[in-house]
């Protein structure tokens, strides 16, 4: 009986409750998973893989720079677009008014970001403001779009910014996670892409991210080109999406600005409507044979008749065609030219403008992508945010011929030339002065003119035409040449560069020495003037004075590979000049070069490069010229960077 008793108490111990089944179930399902992923991830940073995810990083002395491999986490590592060099001092003085620029390529202003709005701005406000210390960080990156931007934006704010501007709306489609892109496939969910950008600063997600870009290893970043295959009918009905996706984002980096207090300024986006044709045209859904056989009829009479210059005819088909499929690009701007040759300038602006809109290769920002900033502006206006309304101010007469943007202000599709890049320093401020620091003191005359701007920042006859030389390179290729008449413009920009290169281009670097001497004693603190007089004193073949200015550049960025690889090859440059004045048998001016070299190498606290330098200095003066030449030639073991890793 006592062992049928002892029985029972056995399979009730057994039994475990319902409560503790379930804790172990969600031990076993949750935490202990989870405990495992926090330690493969501590274990990941510790072993040191990975990169840092935040668009600012500290460097020496705790100020901060702008991180180098920020585009990692939206681009595949061999194709990562990278933001330009940008220092924020640790420690903000009083009587500073530092202000962040946010947007794609335009905002950081490409082809040359020394000659960008931002920098306009910079200058601007340094003659309005002397008693103000002005630091306007260019935060612009090639390539990117609102989501990535809206992330830029949240880095700013710890670090104490008076402004944000924002000029940004050309890449929705064609950025991370659009649906014109070819890095990360469109998601129908905002939540999924934001959660898709968090993982990757994670080093396990960087992990496994890594892992699945075996089809970009060996890429290279062909800018434009990458996209031409991922057409978008203005049909799509996903550009619904890519609008709201947008409009959240905007209002987001607003209200990261008017929750520290911190005002905003969001800019519409201009575009070339007058001079750049549509890169890619699609017919509508549904189209048939029989529909492209009645196309063909119409379309090439209005062509020809167009070439004819009989534009009352031309016009007319064009109208016929258009009863056929009212989405084709190019007939829009087919039509935009015969409008405007016949003075009917509104109907040219807006046959021009529904060509944009119908662009299945979509690199500009569209009508609705710029009500949306005016409808995020006006919702804001009373947090602080204001409305710089750039395509009104580029559609006015005093911008461009009969209120339609061209060349005038652009170099091609969407990016400003320095006159178009005024204008909307201009602009901004404008509403600064007024809307910004109303109450500031500010200089007499203090508004600079182009003239004046161009003049501050060395923007000479030497700097437009390598701006124009990396115009013809880049337009050279697709999409580029799937404009309307591309050939002729091509041909035409070809024969400017190559009418200048032949004449005036030596010439022109010459005469602008005096311009940047005369600019960098206006403005001694402006390292970006100093990179780009190095590099044209680097073509005079003025080493030394060249690596002068970059040994001043490394003092403010002493991390950064590419400034310390180009003062390696000052160094190296001046080394060649040397062996080239023993071979002449001018031992002095050698003894000059050699001596600058170990300067340079000295200056920049490159031991691995100055003590060999010293010593052959020293064999050469024990054993005269033919010693020093053997010495020299065996430079470059010493100049090596690898030396120093």
């Not at 609102?146 to 940004?168: G, Q």
């Not at 046959?351 to 502006?377: H, K, M, P, S, W």
């Not at 000479?460 to 591309?486: E, G, K, S």
Request: aromatic content about 10%.
């Amino acid at each position: 009986m006592a062992q049928s008793a002892e029985k029972p108490n056995r399979q009730q111990r057994k039994r475990l409750p319902l409560r503790r089944k379930v804790l172990y179930a969600f031990l076993a399902s949750t935490v202990i998973p989870l405990v495992f992923v926090v330690l493969v991830e501590v274990g990941l940073r510790l072993a040191g893989y990975g990169y840092p995810t935040d668009f600012f990083v500290d460097g020496p002395n705790g100020d901060y720079f702008s991180n180098r491999d920020f585009g990692q986490r939206y681009f595949p590592k061999s194709v990562a677009r990278q933001p330009d060099f940008a220092r924020v001092p640790l420690t903000k003085s009083e009587d500073a008014f530092r202000v962040f620029v946010l947007g794609g390529s335009a905002a950081e202003g490409y082809p040359d970001a020394s000659y960008g709005f931002s920098r306009v701005l910079s200058v601007m406000l340094q003659e309005a403001y002397p008693n103000r210390a002005i630091e306007v960080v260019n935060c612009g990156m090639s390539a990117i779009n609102s989501h990535v931007v809206r992330e830029i934006a949240k880095d700013c704010m710890p670090l104490d910014p008076d402004l944000l501007v924002v000029y940004m709306g050309n890449n929705e489609v064609v950025g991370p996670y659009g649906p014109g892109t070819v890095f990360h496939q469109f998601s129908a969910s905002l939540a999924l892409i934001r959660g898709s950008a968090w993982v990757r600063t994670t080093r396990i997600g960087q992990l496994l991210n890594s892992l699945s870009e075996v089809k970009w290893r060996d890429a290279e970043w062909e800018g434009m080109a990458m996209f031409v295959e991922n057409r978008i009918h203005p049909q799509d009905a996903r550009l619904t999406q890519v609008y709201d996706y947008f409009g959240e984002n905007l209002t987001d980096i607003c209200r990261f600005g008017y929750s520290q207090n911190v005002p905003v300024i969001v800019c519409t986006v201009g575009s070339n409507l007058r001079n750049s044709p549509p890169f890619a045209t699609m017919h509508r859904p549904g189209w048939t044979s029989q529909d492209q056989a009645n196309w063909d009829t119409v379309y090439k009479a209005a062509v020809a008749a167009e070439a004819e210059e009989e534009y009352d005819s031309a016009i007319a088909d064009y109208e016929k065609a258009l009863q056929l499929d009212e989405d084709f690009a190019e007939l829009h701007f087919r039509l935009g030219r015969c409008y405007w040759a016949l003075g009917r300038y509104e109907d040219a602006q807006l046959a021009y403008t529904r060509a944009r809109e119908c662009d299945a290769l979509r690199f500009r920002a569209d009508t609705q992508i710029n009500e949306v900033i005016r409808g995020v502006a006006a919702e804001h206006t009373n947090e602080g945010v204001h409305l710089l309304d750039v395509v009104a101010m580029f559609g006015s007469d005093e911008w461009s011929p009969h209120g339609v943007a061209g060349e005038e202000l652009f170099h091609e599709h969407v990016h400003m030339n320095f006159t178009g890049n005024y204008a909307i320093a201009q602009g901004l401020f404008d509403l600064v002065s007024s809307k910004i620091l109303p109450g500031e003191e500010m200089a007499e005359d203090a508004e600079l003119t182009l003239e004046q701007c161009a003049e501050r920042l060395a923007l000479t006859a030497w700097n437009q035409q390598l701006i124009r030389a990396n115009l013809c390179l880049m337009m050279d290729v697709p999409p580029f040449t799937y404009q309307l008449d591309h050939t002729e413009d091509f041909t035409h920009r070809i024969a400017v560069w190559k009418e200048f290169e032949d004449n005036h281009l030596m010439e022109s670097a010459a005469d602008a020495v005096g311009s940047y001497t005369w600019a960098i004693e206006k403005t001694p603190d402006d390292w970006m003037l100093k990179r780009r007089f190095a590099e044209l004193l680097g073509v005079l073949e003025d080493y030394r004075a060249a690596g002068r200015y970059v040994t001043e550049i490394l003092q403010l960025f002493p991390q950064v590979p590419e400034f310390q690889q180009w003062q390696r090859e000052n160094i190296e440059a001046l080394l060649r000049q040397a062996s080239d004045h023993v071979a002449d048998g001018q031992a002095d001016l050698a003894a000059v070069k050699f001596r600058s070299a170990i300067d340079l190498a000295e200056e920049c606290h490159f031991e691995d490069v100055a003590a060999p330098l010293q010593k052959r200095l020293r064999l050469y003066e024990q054993s005269g010229s033919r010693r020093y030449l053997d010495v020299l030639n065996r430079r470059k073991s010493t100049v090596s960077p690898s030396q120093s890793d």
